[in-house]
């Protein structure tokens, strides 16, 4: 039986078909206004692919930039939006002055004109209409007020739902490694820190430690990118076992919660890294640990996310019904929360595009951004190794992804385009390199391929992602490889297959 797809997705399917057709958002927004009866400001934010939070932010940047709100104040926010997009409906105080509809006009890229209709028209003020009707029609936002790229290696590659690589992004930790000269590992001075409170951590004295654990495990999963599973995981694993000795001691019971969950993240954490090595069997391990302590504490979040994990190993073997499989049990833990979204769009619908299953990918893509509307989410690209939820950068990353498997080379671009254009999505250089190739893969298919375009592209991604990427980048530079085989005689497709076949393991097999 085919399951209609949610409204959003039929919308991204729709809005990736008239781009691809070389409309504009201008006429986007009329098909959208006539086919879903919206009102013009809601038309043109829908014909961009946003959510109501994703518009305000972009409201917000646009505002600091050009000097609007230069303090960054974030004034607006998706309620409010929402607000201003159904004016003048009853009860609804929320008024666009003209000169929110010019903000909103040079966001949407569109004529003020363009943002309303008759019922702003009879409700707006006669000083309000006068300054509108005296707005020329055809105006748009000024070039010296769009952001200006710092070099040309930044400039976005239109239409290709990608941008080039932006300079390397360097962390907090890194920061400090710096300023204490060569030679100083941050993770691991706060590790050599935890084993010295261990001392002095009693029955009654376990506070400290355990504030000092979570701030260490917050750490890992800030810095990971910046550091990598192999410098990494082998301080979790020492952390690991360090907690270990005061698991098997005493502690007061609301203690000993806190100790033990802080164990079962460590081991999660040791096992997602342990994916991105390759080394799949100790990941398993890890998760079997992570998931057993995750139940002990009845921590329901934890366990979920240890699912999502052994899902994305299972993924990476190559064991997609497994991973399906692991993802849709790990629901009933997710109980619709944060995780659910990870659940649903990193392992079910990423499995079912490997599977080849069409509506079942659309389904969970729409699923997870239904869900995604009612949970508070992190901004830009969230880590991939987080505990928390999935940004809408991560989210929109992830259903690229998914349609690579079904050949959507569109919903691919669409996808891919959301997810760059987020504000701070260009910090994740890891994100950056997958959704270039997941741009570049889906070019390899359809009726008119690409393959000289796709392998310049792979060539750049797997050259940026450095001597020893994690598992995920292999595997994905290695699959371009094989798709643009065919073409071997072309030179980009020749230096692809060199490159790809130069990927080592992260780890000894």
Request: hydrophobic share 40%.
């Amino acid at each position: 039986m085919t399951t209609r797809p949610s409204l959003r997705v039929e919308q991204a399917e729709l809005r990736a078909r008239m781009r691809t057709a070389g409309m504009s958002h201008d006429e986007i927004a009329v098909e959208f206004a006539r086919r879903y009866q919206l009102r013009p400001r809601t038309a043109y934010r829908v014909a961009h692919g946003w959510t109501q939070t994703q518009a305000a932010n972009h409201i917000n940047a646009h505002a600091a930039r050009t000097g609007l709100d230069p303090s960054g104040a974030a004034t607006m926010t998706g309620p409010r939006l929402s607000e201003l997009e159904n004016w003048p409906l009853p009860n609804n105080r929320r008024r666009p002055t003209p000169q929110i509809l010019a903000l909103l006009a040079e966001v949407y890229d569109t004529s003020i004109h363009n943002l309303i209709d008759l019922d702003d028209r009879e409700h707006l003020t006669p000083a309000d209409n006068l300054l509108i009707s005296k707005t020329t029609k055809t105006m748009r936002v000024r070039p010296e007020e769009l952001p200006k790229p710092r070099d040309a290696a930044q400039v976005e590659i239109v239409g290709n739902g990608i941008r080039t690589p932006a300079p390397a992004m360097v962390s907090p930790a890194a920061d400090v490694t710096a300023s204490l000269g060569g030679g100083f590992d941050r993770q691991a001075e706060l590790l050599d820190v935890g084993l010295r409170l261990q001392y002095f951590t009693g029955p009654s004295t376990q506070t400290p430690f355990l504030d000092y654990l979570d701030g260490f495990i917050e750490d890992c999963v800030a810095s990971y990118e910046a550091r990598g599973p192999a410098l990494l995981m082998p301080l979790v694993v020492r952390q690991r076992k360090g907690v270990q000795t005061l698991v098997e001691g005493w502690q007061l019971p609301r203690d000993r919660i806190r100790m033990l969950r802080a164990a079962g993240q460590l081991s999660g954490l040791a096992g997602y890294m342990a994916v991105n090595l390759g080394d799949f069997p100790l990941a398993r391990a890890y998760c079997l640990e992570a998931f057993t302590l995750a139940v002990a504490v009845e921590d329901s979040d934890l366990a979920a996310w240890v699912r999502g994990t052994e899902s994305l190993c299972a993924y990476y073997a190559g064991d997609y019904r497994l991973a399906l499989e692991l993802a849709r049990e790990g629901q009933t833990h997710a109980a619709g929360g944060p995780q659910a979204i990870r659940l649903a769009i990193n392992g079910e619908a990423r499995a079912l595009g490997q599977l080849g299953d069409r509506d079942g990918v659309r389904e969970a893509v729409g699923r997870a951004f239904d869900l995604a509307e009612d949970t508070e989410l992190p901004e830009g690209m969230s880590p991939c190794i987080s505990f928390g939820a999935y940004s809408l950068a991560r989210i929109a990353a992830n259903a690229a992804t998914a349609h690579v498997g079904t050949g959507d080379t569109a919903l691919v671009q669409s996808y891919a385009q959301t997810a760059s254009s987020m504000p701070g999505a260009d910090r994740s250089r890891w994100s950056d390199v997958l959704i270039t190739l997941d741009v570049a893969t889906a070019l390899t298919a359809g009726a008119d391929p690409e393959p000289e375009h796709s392998a310049t592209l792979g060539v750049e991604a797997l050259t940026r992602a450095g001597a020893a990427p994690i598992e995920s980048i292999r595997q994905r530079g290695q699959e371009l490889a094989r798709r643009t085989a065919p073409w071997r005689t072309l030179p980009a497709v020749a230096e692809l297959a060199e490159v790809s076949q130069a990927l080592p393991h992260s780890t000894p097999r």
